[in-house]
């Protein structure tokens, strides 16, 4: 059976990020985490996990179409020049 939950440092071995990051997406809120324990040991919901990377192709997605968009707007006006 596959863990419900992942310990900050899976988190940061399956993005192939610091731990200062994963630290960093919790404390924003942009990584949803819970706080386990007496100790208050975190851990992140697998399916939080593949949200946030879901997440993120989105914002990337949306990014390339900001640029192009600007690229050819920009490419629009110098041939009207």
């Keep these: 059976m596959e863990n419900r ?5 899976d988190v ?3 993005l192939n990020i610091s731990m200062a990051q ?3 997406l919790v404390r924003s809120g942009s990584l949803p985490a819970v706080k386990i324990g007496g100790r208050g040991i975190w851990r992140v919901e697998a399916s939080m996990l593949e ?3 879901q ?5 990337t997605r949306e990014s390339i179409a900001l ?8 490419a629009s ?4 020049d």
């Design 5 to 9: 939950f992942l310990t900050l440092t």
């Design 12 to 14: 940061a071995e399956t």
């Design 22 to 24: 994963t630290k960093a």
């Design 51 to 53: 949200d946030y990377i």
């Design 55 to 59: 997440r993120m192709y989105e914002q």
């Design 67 to 74: 640029v192009g968009e600007e690229a050819h707007s920009a």
């Design 77 to 80: 006006d110098e041939q009207e």
